[in-house]
């Protein structure tokens, strides 16, 4: 890249307790990029996005969005100033519905309380399937349209930068291709994407490059193109032939987890466009 990257991540050293599991990572996301977060179980993916969205605090190192310095603020405050993090699982209350989760989440975004209703409109617009569902509580929902609602609850915060953790962990493999398709056209409403993603195929086809993380340090920075045309390792980020994806093993070898079964409650896919 030549240009200044919009998210720039220098030296960060996260972990827990004290203790490191992610060691002097460099990181670049520039405007409109999609890039892919990669590496094994326990690699340092989900630490190095928790780090960066101010969830645990980095022991080392700067996060800079667009020259403006991350690192040491508040979750909130990161969320607010553009660098937004969708984390695994989703994140999502089951008892509250659809409606209050998307409003709670423009209040939270700052929206002033005469906008929150057309904040959450737009929402519904992009994600026709829950307006359909907008009084439903999210535990009744498709994993599918949880996922989407955890994407809209993001987006309401109107994201320069979006780190989207696992998202198609869970879902059957239409689903997942809903959710890549309408992820795939966020840079062009101008949010830039830091993916972590065990279907590792499809996130390599998305993104224009790719870093793989062994043991919390860096083991490739580079092409995802050049990344996905290395049949080793992409082949020994799959197991078996289910079409289930099993996160990414540098090296060829044989990830030891399971993906969770396909489907969430009801299994239905998605309808994203109506
Ligand atoms: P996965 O795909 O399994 O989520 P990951 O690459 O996202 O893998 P992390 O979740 O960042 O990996 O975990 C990195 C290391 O940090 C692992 O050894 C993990 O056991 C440890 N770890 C993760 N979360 C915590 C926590 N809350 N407290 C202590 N250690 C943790």
Redesign the pocket.
């Known amino acids: 890249m030549t240009e200044e990257p919009l998210l720039s991540i220098r030296g960060l050293r996260a972990?827990?307790?004290g203790i490191p599991?992610?060691f002097h990572l460099d990181l670049d996301v520039g405007e409109g990029e999609i890039v892919a977060l990669l590496?094994?179980?326990?690699?340092?993916?989900?630490?190095?996005l928790?780090a960066v969205s101010g969830m645990i605090p980095p022991m080392a190192g700067t996060v800079t969005l667009a020259g403006e310095r991350m690192s040491g603020r508040p979750a909130q405050r990161i969320a607010r100033l553009g660098v937004v993090h969708i984390p695994?699982g989703r994140g999502i209350f089951p008892s509250l519905e659809v409606d209050e989760t998307l409003r709670l989440a423009a209040t939270m975004a700052g929206v002033p309380r005469r906008g929150v209703a057309g904040t959450v409109d737009e929402m519904y617009a992009t994600f026709p399937a829950l307006a359909r569902r907008r009084g439903q509580a999210a535990r009744h929902l498709s994993g599918g349209e949880q996922q989407m609602l955890a994407l809209a609850r993001g987006l309401i915060h109107g994201p320069r930068v979006l780190m989207i953790?696992?998202m198609s962990q869970g879902l059957a493999p239409t689903v997942v291709d809903a959710l890549f398709a309408l992820v795939g056209s966020l840079p062009q409403r101008g949010v830039s994407l830091l993916l972590?993603e065990?279907f590792v195929s499809r996130a390599l086809q998305l993104a224009s490059r790719a870093y793989v993380?062994e043991k919390?340090e860096v083991s490739y920075a580079g092409s995802a193109a050049a990344l996905a045309a290395d049949e080793a390792f992409v082949r020994g980020s799959y197991l078996g032939d289910a079409g289930e994806p099993a996160?990414v093993m540098p090296g060829g070898r044989t990830a030891d987890?399971q993906a969770p079964p396909a489907g969430g409650p009801g299994g239905v896919p998605p309808n994203i466009g109506g």
Do not use: I
């Open positions: 972990g827990y307790g599991v992610v590496g094994a179980n326990g690699a340092g993916k989900t630490t190095t928790r695994e953790d696992e972590v065990q993380l919390g996160p987890k």
